[in-house]
């Protein structure tokens, strides 16, 4: 496979999925998320803060993914069938480094005390319906042979170029396996149909533009761990990659509107970033605490 292509620095923003998403959901979330240094009335620091916190279902979610690219990394080093009792050691003790080093939603707003063996308990059933998956024998078998040429969680962002247009699209496992590339996004909460299926043509036109491959030899799929495991695919080709790359610009310029200076990405003032109207969804926004008057 070819490289990675790479790409010069801009300031100019990238579009990706959860970025529109947090666009439409709620401009001010927005604004806190992608402009905090702009903000003239919230310190810089309080913002970060509260953007970083975490929650008991994201962290689960972070620490899964970060134990499933731990444990590929390793088979790119030996085929070796996997030690079940020092794989599951390692997960119990990373969960308990991360909840250790991170501030939750839960307990900031909610007093809660954080168990990380409440949430090691999640983990432990998304890695078990994995590794005892038909998709995992499948890598074991017709993969780890070619697991030179794996992506794992690539450095950077997944930067692209849809349309001419900078995105952001990083896959979360792409390897070959005869002459198709396969690509594989975990996911440890709800499907989502709309943003899945946003999300798989997205690493297709990744996938296409890096290593110049038709869509009709990428194969990506979604791959839910829990409550079990399933697994959600698209059907990519060029109409379909046609309509999304326009969705994408269209997007784009959606964002590029609340812009003063589109090629420095310096924002409007932040009363042009309105609340969200749905008051359920302020109620777990970790920015609520500066929200004043919601």
């Not at 970083?52 to 070796?80: P, Q, V, Y």
């Not at 996911?187 to 043509?201: F, S, Y």
Request: charge should be positive; include cysteine; aromatic fraction near 18%.
């Amino acid at each position: 496979m070819n490289a990675i292509k790479k790409f010069p620095y801009t300031d100019i923003l990238g579009w990706s999925v959860s970025r529109y998403d947090k666009f439409t959901n709620c401009k001010r979330q927005y604004f806190y998320d992608y402009y905090a240094k702009y903000d003239k009335e919230i310190p810089f620091e309080k913002i970060q803060f509260l953007k970083f916190l975490t929650s008991k279902a994201l962290e689960a979610g972070n620490i899964t993914h970060d134990i499933i690219r731990d444990m590929l990394e390793r088979f790119k080093k030996s085929s070796k069938p996997i030690n079940k009792d020092k794989f599951f050691k390692y997960a119990f003790d990373m969960t308990q480094k991360y909840c250790s080093s991170k501030v939750f939603f839960e307990s900031y707003y909610g007093n809660e005390i954080i168990s990380p063996s409440e949430i090691y308990a999640k983990i432990k059933i998304m890695l078990e319906n994995f590794i005892e998956s038909e998709r995992f024998k499948w890598i074991e078998k017709y993969a780890v042979a070619q697991s030179a040429f794996w992506i794992i969680e690539p450095e950077g962002f997944g930067e692209t170029r849809i349309n001419a247009y900078k995105a952001f699209c990083k896959v979360d496992f792409l390897f070959p396996v005869d002459d198709k590339i396969y690509i594989l996004d975990w996911k440890t909460g709800k499907p989502d149909e709309t943003k899945h299926n946003k999300q798989l043509t997205g690493y297709s036109l990744w996938a296409n533009y890096h290593f110049e491959k038709p869509a009709s030899d990428i194969s990506p799929a979604i791959v839910y761990l829990f409550p079990d495991y399933s697994e959600k695919r698209v059907q990519i080709d060029a109409k379909k990659i046609s309509d999304f790359a326009l969705n994408v610009e269209n997007e784009t310029k959606e964002m590029y509107s609340y812009l003063t200076d589109i090629n420095k990405n310096v924002p409007k003032d932040k009363k042009e970033f309105p609340f969200a109207e749905r008051s359920f969804f302020c109620k777990y926004c970790s920015y609520k605490e500066i929200c004043a008057g919601r």
